[in-house]
Nanobody, 126 residues
Framework: VQLQASGGGLVQTGGSLRLSCAAS????????MGWFRQAPGKERELVAA???????YYTDSVKGRFDISGDNVKKMVYLEMNSLKPEDTAVYYC?????????????????????WGQGTLVTVSS
């Protein structure tokens, strides 16, 4: 499976970006997807996720500003990011989980995912 993340860029504080993650390479129907980010000097953190059961998770700092959604037919997952802040600046990674059903979207560890995209840089200027 290959994951291709796109949509990052430079935006001013208060602006919006939409990240996309396209999955390809094999057929699958049940999956979970997470968006992680890693800022310089910081650990990678789970930002938002959607489970194979359809539930979603958002870290507190992005609640009300970010929205994760998926298109099962196109095998795409999106992260709509609004009201961006300088502290949202990071490389954003999408991650795919294929191993089994999970009702919970809160899977914060990297080893809970099977495939990773290459990352897309989001820079929010003040």
């Amino acid at each position: 499976v290959q994951l291709q993340a796109s949509g990052g860029g430079l935006v001013q504080t208060g602006g919006s970006l939409r990240l996309s993650c396209a999955a390809s390479g094999r057929t699958f129907s049940s999956y979970g997807m997470g968006w992680f980010r890693q800022a310089p000097g910081k650990e990678r953190e789970l930002v938002a996720a959607i489970s194979s059961g359809g539930s979603t998770y958002y870290t507190d700092s992005v609640k009300g500003r970010f929205d994760i959604s998926g298109d099962n037919v196109k095998k795409m997952v999106y992260l709509e990011m609004n009201s961006l802040k300088p502290e949202d600046t990071a490389v954003y990674y999408c991650a795919l989980r294929l191993r089994g059903y999970s009702s919970s979207a809160y899977l914060p560890n990297s080893d809970q995912y099977d495939y990773w995209g290459q990352g897309t840089l989001v820079t929010v200027s003040s």
